[in-house]
Structures are given as structure tokens and as C-alpha cells.
């Protein structure tokens, strides 16, 4: 008899600490695409999606050009709705240092980004053809 109490009270805290199944991440859309540049797969270059405010998605292309957006590590996808997508491929050195690789990519890809994005619920397949010049 003692015992459906109990389980009915360790039910019932579960719930509240774990809460109705929510999280706190926002609502997201996943996202994944091809990026290009000049015709050729773009490898090593980090796409990052940033909402008007808010948390950035970012993920990096590999040697095909493709790429999938995390929110959080682990958990994929980008928040609904514009973003500014930033393209880059210079690699930074430890601090103080040099780049270990210098940007590839004119500014209108990354500095002064003319890149944009409209992400909504479910699967967004985003691909961005760049040219060098």
C-alpha cells in the first residue's frame, strides 16, 4: 500500500523538475546544404546562420562542400525565420598569432555579408554558389 504513494509522488516530481517534455531551446529548423565556389566544393569553410537576435547556427562544410547547421552541440538546426549567413575559410591562430589560413572568400561572403536565409519548421536545404571574383 505504502508503495503507489511513492510512485505516484516520484511521478509526480519527475514531471515537475523535467517539466511536460519542452526544452528551452527555441523552436528550429534543421538545415543542410552544398556550398560551392567557383564551381568546386568549398571544404574546411565554416557557414554560420545569425538570426536579428539571438543564438548563431554554425557548422563546417567538408570535402564535398556540404554542410549541417548546429544550434547548440548536439542539438541541429537554426532558429526560425532571416538569417545573415557569414561564409569563411580563414582558420585563426592561437592568441596573438597569425591566421593559420587567411580568408579565401571576398568580404561580400563574410565581413559584408549579401547572403541571407529564411529558415522555417522541418528540413531547409540551403546551398550557396560563390565566386571568387
Known amino acids: 500500500m505504502i508503495l503507489k504513494p511513492l510512485l505516484s509522488g516520484a511521478a509526480l516530481i519527475c514531471f515537475l523538475v523535467l517539466g511536460c517534455g519542452h526544452s528551452s531551446a527555441p523552436l528550429l529548423g534543421k538545415v543542410a546544404g552544398i ?14 546562420f545569425q538570426p536579428a537576435s539571438g543564438r548563431p547556427s554554425s557548422g563546417i562544410t567538408d570535402s ?8 547548440t552541440q548536439g542539438l541541429e538546426g537554426a ?8 561564409i569563411r575559410t580563414e582558420i585563426a591562430g592561437a592568441d596573438g598569432e597569425p ?10 561572403y563574410n565581413n559584408n555579408s549579401e ?3 529564411n ?10 554558389t560563390l565566386m571568387s571574383k
Open 115 to 117: 547572403l541571407t536565409a
Open 35 to 48: 556550398v560551392t565556389m567557383d564551381g568546386q566544393p568549398l571544404s574546411n569553410a565554416t557557414v554560420m
Open 64 to 71: 564535398s562542400g556540404h554542410y549541417t547547421l548546429e544550434y
Open 119 to 128: 529558415v522555417i519548421r522541418g528540413q531547409n536545404t540551403c546551398n550557396f
Open 79 to 86: 532558429t526560425l525565420g532571416e538569417h545573415q549567413v557569414i
Open 99 to 108: 591566421p593559420k589560413q587567411k580568408e579565401l572568400l571576398p568580404p561580400k
